[in-house]
């Protein structure tokens, strides 16, 4: 296991790929596993509606497993779907334990003058880790551009992001 840690953080760090892991699908349910328990502990600490627990714990996790089979379809790369969405699932719970969790306590333990600006700040740190980390893991599976890769993951964080805005409704 420590091994596997380390791969994804050396993904995260740029030192390596997907084509670094296992084709596995144990290593996949056991990175969606550590994807969605991460995204527990984020609502919980938010206190979010259950319809947004339903995005971040059902829907989030099934539609990123799609648009990555959906991007890797396109650009011919199928083969490479186990290792990519494993990757992209191992780095985004990494991110979220190491980095997206610790500056989620930093921005709630603030008072709500600083927390403001502090949360456009962090939530702008955070687009861009999560875009440079999934985008460079898509560039490495679909032998594409950096630019490429990173407006694919963007692409999904506005779509996830439209979706619960819209599950939100107007004024929240």
Do not use: C
């Not at 780095?91 to 008072?111: D, H, K, N, R």
């Amino acid at each position: 296991m420590q091994h596997f840690l380390r791969t994804f953080l050396d993904i995260v760090l740029w030192r390596r790929g997907p084509q670094d892991l296992p084709a596995s699908a144990l290593l996949v349910w056991l990175t969606l596993a550590a994807y969605v328990l991460v995204s527990v502990v984020q609502l919980a600490l938010l206190n979010e509606p259950g319809v947004i627990w339903f995005v971040f714990v059902i829907v989030d996790p099934l539609m990123l497993m799609a648009w990555v089979w959906l991007v890797l379809r396109v650009y011919g790369r199928s083969e490479r779907y186990v290792q990519t969405v494993a990757a992209v699932l191992g780095t985004g719970a990494l991110l979220g334990l190491v980095l997206y969790l610790p500056l989620q306590l930093l921005v709630t333990s603030a008072g709500s003058g600083a927390a403001s600006s502090m949360v456009q700040f962090v939530g702008l740190l955070l687009v861009a880790v999560f875009a440079l980390v999934t985008g460079r893991i898509l560039k490495l599976a679909t032998d594409s551009s950096l630019f490429t890769g990173v407006a694919v993951s963007l692409t999904y964080f506005f779509l996830i992001n439209l979706l619960v805005g819209m599950l939100r409704g107007p004024g929240t």
